[in-house]
């Protein structure tokens, strides 16, 4: 079995390639087709160096439709020279990405040797990891992912952080990808991506438990409550043992008990941790030390009827994160303990999240955490009043930009 690797556009750019490439290639597949039901031998000898051509100098990523007509052309192509593996490879493909593809029964009735392989071709086969090429990302068949086919063909392009192309092939084996740095070893100082930038909207159950040791001051009460909010949060990772995070959020209700308000929060903190590359995938630690800005609400007042009042607890923010990310996903689990005056534990914090890579920097992620606080309640001359016990969970689905 002979393979073809086609060359790589930029060799070939300055003297064949047109301005509209992938109309080119479009233009090279119904040739063949014409030649294929006229039975030009010549003419579909030149319509299949075209073709090849054409692949090698396309500067944009082909739609869907192209793509699979890509195949289907390609696999008559290797029909027609004899490569019948290499034709059932592509006529995997094309049967894959569209699978209302039909042949002519005219032009290939049945027990034509094509439309055998044609109705052989049922299973695309897995795929396998290819291996990183940060900031550059591979194109497979119109997406970008690390990963390609194993057991049929694909179109396989590198795309510049930039967005342009910087190379174009049509392959029938995984082994023939070309070598781009993807075997290379990574530093562990190196991060998928340097900011994570999120948007999004939150689900919030919020409960509280007040215990009054003086019942004519606090008085002893209980609620829960549940509602929404919005929040943002940066990450900013330069290197893979230094790093920050940002955080935000505004949610309501602010009272469990009677209901109403809304509550800022917010935290800042420094990451100092590690990671190391395995294959696409950076597994990483990192010790968390900063600020954290939260709300607290007591109850008070006479003859049974209370009366909300609330304040600000600023914390030292303590704890440790850990987890794995590439350039397609993340995963992360983060705990923190609150201590306020920087000295008192009040609360511990937990957060699970993770996210995926949609296209280009665009990233969709989720997040739920909890927060469980208990609190001495205190006169202003330092007499205990009572004690405060909370619980607020919240559930985050988020916009973010990964760069």
Request: proline share 6%; charged share 20%; net charge negative.
């Given at each position: 079995?002979?393979?073809?690797?086609?060359?790589?556009?930029?060799?070939?750019?300055?003297?064949?390639?047109?301005?509209?490439?992938?109309?080119?290639?479009?233009?090279?597949?119904?040739?063949?087709?014409?030649?294929?039901?006229?039975?030009?031998?010549?003419?579909?000898?030149?319509?299949?160096?075209?073709?090849?051509?054409?692949?090698?100098?396309?500067?944009?990523?082909?739609?869907?439709?192209?793509?699979?007509?890509?195949?289907?052309?390609?696999?008559?192509?290797?029909?027609?020279?004899?490569?019948?593996?290499?034709?059932?490879?592509?006529?995997?493909?094309?049967?894959?990405?569209?699978?209302?593809?039909?042949?002519?029964?005219?032009?290939?009735?049945?027990?034509?040797?094509?439309?055998?392989?044609?109705?052989?071709?049922?299973?695309?086969?897995?795929?396998?990891?290819?291996?990183?090429?940060?900031?550059?990302?591979?194109?497979?068949?119109?997406?970008?992912?690390?990963?390609?086919?194993?057991?049929?063909?694909?179109?396989?392009?590198?795309?510049?952080?930039?967005?342009?192309?910087?190379?174009?092939?049509?392959?029938?084996?995984?082994?023939?990808?070309?070598?781009?740095?993807?075997?290379?070893?990574?530093?562990?100082?190196?991060?998928?991506?340097?900011?994570?930038?999120?948007?999004?909207?939150?689900?919030?159950?919020?409960?509280?438990?007040?215990?009054?040791?003086?019942?004519?001051?606090?008085?002893?009460?209980?609620?829960?409550?549940?509602?929404?909010?919005?929040?943002?949060?940066?990450?900013?990772?330069?290197?893979?043992?230094?790093?920050?995070?940002?955080?935000?959020?505004?949610?309501?209700?602010?009272?469990?008990?009677?209901?109403?308000?809304?509550?800022?929060?917010?935290?800042?903190?420094?990451?100092?941790?590690?990671?190391?590359?395995?294959?696409?995938?950076?597994?990483?630690?990192?010790?968390?030390?900063?600020?954290?800005?939260?709300?607290?609400?007591?109850?008070?007042?006479?003859?049974d009827v209370p009366t909300a009042g609330s304040w600000t607890v600023v914390s030292m923010l303590l704890g440790a994160e850990?987890?794995?990310?590439?350039?397609?996903?993340?995963?992360?689990?983060?705990?923190?303990?609150?201590?306020?005056?920087?000295?008192?534990?009040?609360?511990?914090?937990?957060?699970?999240?993770?996210?995926?890579?949609?296209?280009?920097?665009?990233?969709?992620?989720?997040?739920?955490?909890?927060?469980?606080?208990?609190?001495?309640?205190?006169?202003?001359?330092?007499?205990?009043?009572?004690?405060?016990?909370?619980?607020?969970?919240?559930?985050?689905?988020?916009?973010?930009?990964?760069?």
């Open positions: 079995m002979v393979w073809v690797l086609l060359a790589a556009p930029e060799a070939q750019a300055s003297a064949v390639c047109g301005d509209d490439t992938a109309t080119t290639v479009d233009d090279t597949l119904s040739a063949i087709w014409e030649a294929y039901a006229a039975v030009d031998e010549a003419q579909f000898d030149r319509a299949g160096k075209n073709l090849t051509a054409a692949v090698a100098c396309l500067d944009v990523v082909p739609s869907p439709v192209q793509i699979s007509r890509l195949h289907q052309g390609m696999a008559l192509m290797s029909f027609v020279s004899g490569q019948t593996r290499a034709s059932r490879r592509s006529l995997a493909a094309a049967r894959m990405l569209d699978p209302g593809w039909k042949l002519d029964e005219r032009t290939f009735p049945d027990g034509h040797p094509f439309r055998d392989l044609w109705g052989q071709a049922t299973d695309p086969g897995p795929v396998d990891d290819i291996g990183r090429i940060h900031p550059d990302q591979w194109v497979v068949d119109g997406y970008e992912r690390d990963d390609a086919p194993v057991e049929r063909a694909f179109l396989l392009q590198v795309r510049a952080e930039d967005g342009e192309i910087l190379w174009s092939g049509y392959l029938w084996s995984f082994e023939e990808i070309p070598d781009r740095g993807q075997g290379r070893w990574l530093s562990p100082l190196a991060t998928p991506h340097t900011l994570w930038l999120s948007v999004g909207v939150q689900g919030r159950l919020l409960s509280a438990s007040q215990r009054g040791d003086a019942p004519d001051v606090l008085l002893d009460r209980s609620g829960s409550a549940v509602g929404g909010g919005i929040s943002g949060l940066a990450r900013i990772t330069p290197l893979s043992v230094l790093g920050g995070e940002l955080g935000a959020a505004v949610a309501s209700p602010a009272d469990p008990v009677l209901g109403g308000g809304s509550e800022p929060s917010g935290h800042a903190a420094l990451l100092v941790g590690g990671g190391g590359w395995t294959g696409v995938l950076q597994p990483y630690g990192a010790l968390r030390a900063g600020v954290s800005l939260d709300r607290g609400v007591a109850w008070s007042g006479i003859d850990g987890g794995v990310r590439g350039d397609q996903a993340r995963a992360g689990l983060a705990t923190d303990l609150l201590l306020a005056e920087a000295t008192v534990p009040w609360a511990g914090r937990v957060r699970l999240d993770g996210g995926w890579r949609l296209v280009g920097p665009l990233a969709v992620e989720g997040a739920l955490g909890a927060r469980i606080g208990s609190q001495s309640i205190e006169d202003v001359d330092g007499t205990p009043l009572g004690h405060l016990a909370d619980t607020d969970v919240r559930a985050t689905v988020a916009l973010a930009i990964w760069d």
